[in-house]
């Protein structure tokens, strides 16, 4: 997922822990300065929000499901 400052990805394990779902996210910025916003905000993932453009970027493993945003 875009991680911009993590805002998203602190959601949506915030979302899936009330469920009681377990939730491993990755996320892609391709803005250096967001990237590090985000990791700054959520410093327990910080190793798994990467920096990058999702149309070259190669992951550092297979992901089961990849859903992505416009952005808006």
Same mark, same amino acid.
């Given at each position: 997922m875009r991680c911009a +400052?993590?805002? !998203?990805?602190e959601s949506l394990m915030?979302?899936?822990?009330?469920r009681g779902?377990? !939730?491993v996210i990755?996320?892609?910025e391709i803005s250096?300065? !967001?990237a590090t916003l985000a990791r700054t905000r959520l410093?327990?993932?910080a190793k798994r929000?990467?920096?990058? +453009?999702a149309i070259d970027w190669c992951p550092p493993q297979r992901f089961d499901l990849v859903a992505g945003g416009?952005?808006?």
């Open positions: +400052n993590g805002y !998203l990805m915030r979302w899936a822990d009330k779902q377990s !939730l990755h996320g892609i250096p300065h !967001l410093p327990g993932m929000i990467h920096t990058g +453009n416009t952005g808006e």
